[in-house]
């Protein structure tokens, strides 16, 4: 049966995820068996569409790329009543993400959750705030809660610690967990200045909404209480993790680490201490040119997992992006899929 989807949210990431749907439709039956419809749209700048049926989601990208309004298919229903009321099997949250209060996402969720509909999102406030709580009403609903695109975008981090890694226990989680700051500072280090690489960074859809989370380290900060909380089973909240970002790194300061063989990279934590405590952190670091966390740059993320029975594992790759973001909203559509089977 053909996988029925809303999305909540059509910006960078909706728009990346649908034109994935779109130009891998024929490759995602033939190699997975998977179909799909697009059912439902929302977005606060193009409107609400359903069609139960499916919509013309070729139509929807056009439009919101020449930034129009929905004509087709337009509902009367907001957001909320569109979510519990369409026929959608899965709601893929892609709204802003809003790391003090978790914004309207949260209520998409639990709405989505408590009507029997899987929730797939990338919004880093509803894991970060309720992963637990959500994931409580997706367990008594029978459905799916997964996040694997809060966390280093579409490569695996949630799914690698709950699939592949099964069974180890892991110790410390540590590395470069934001693509905007890390793309800032390699391309500061070519001499580019703040303000105009930040721009930049906004134009490719790296950084939020709100830049203010990625160049502060709050962006981090919500991926070191998902992964303390998801990956590590603690309890951690926003206010227990130390957060430093690099709005202070002065050109001084990186002609210093040249001058010393290092580099500076903004630093995610999460460890567990010998008491079995979990603590977080989020820091720049001057890291010396010959550790691996070193040679990773642009909006490249890379996370080293200590475990028990492996030792270290780290995996590199894309932490944020259109694509890399949509990409990571098509895995957990595909591994639902894969399950319900
Ligand atoms: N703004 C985030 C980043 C996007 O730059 O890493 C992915 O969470």
Redesign the pocket.
């Known amino acids: 049966m053909k996988n029925r989807i809303a999305i909540i949210g059509f910006g960078t990431v909706g728009q990346g995820l649908a034109e994935i749907l779109l130009s891998k439709k024929e490759f995602l039956q033939k190699k997975y068996n998977y179909t799909f419809e697009v059912v439902a749209i929302s977005d606060f700048a193009y409107g609400n569409v359903y069609n139960s049926k499916g919509l013309d989601l070729e139509d929807c990208i056009k439009v919101a790329k020449s930034k129009k309004k929905f004509s087709k298919d337009i509902t009367k229903w907001d957001t909320t009543s569109l979510i519990r009321k369409c026929n959608a099997d899965v709601v893929c949250e892609l709204t802003y993400t809003d790391l003090t209060t978790g914004g309207p996402a949260i209520n998409h969720c639990k709405v989505a959750l408590e009507t029997g509909k899987s929730v797939v999102t990338s919004n ?1 406030g509803p894991a970060a705030l309720y992963y637990s709580k959500l994931k409580k009403i997706a367990d008594k609903n029978d459905v799916d809660f997964k996040i694997e695109g809060t966390v280093v ?1 579409g490569t695996p981090i949630i799914n690698l610690t709950e699939g592949p890694l099964a069974g180890c226990e892991i110790s410390k989680i540590r590395g470069i967990l ?4 890390n793309y800032m500072l390699s391309e500061m280090e070519k001499g580019m200045d703040y303000n105009a690489v930040l721009k930049v960074a906004q134009d490719l859809g ?3 909404a709100d830049p203010t989370g ?1 160049v502060e380290g709050y ?1 981090a900060r919500g991926k070191v209480v998902i992964l303390a909380n998801v990956v590590m089973g603690a309890k951690l909240e926003i206010k227990d993790v130390e957060c430093q970002g690099i709005t202070k790194i002065t050109s001084k300061d990186i002609e210093k680490a040249k001058k010393e063989n290092s580099r500076w990279k903004l630093i995610g934590s999460v460890e567990k201490t010998k008491d079995g405590n979990v603590i977080g952190s989020v820091a720049p670091e001057m890291i010396s040119l010959s550790h691996p966390l070193a040679g990773v740059m642009g ?1 490249t ?1 890379a996370l080293t997992f200590t475990t028990d029975l492996l030792g270290d594992v780290t995996i590199v790759g894309p ?2 992006g259109r694509q890399q ?1 949509g990409f990571a909203i098509l895995t957990d559509l595909l591994s639902i899929n894969k399950k319900n089977k």
């Open positions: 880093k975008a934001n693509g905007t700051t790296y950084a939020e990625d962006d909006a993320n932490g944020a973001t």
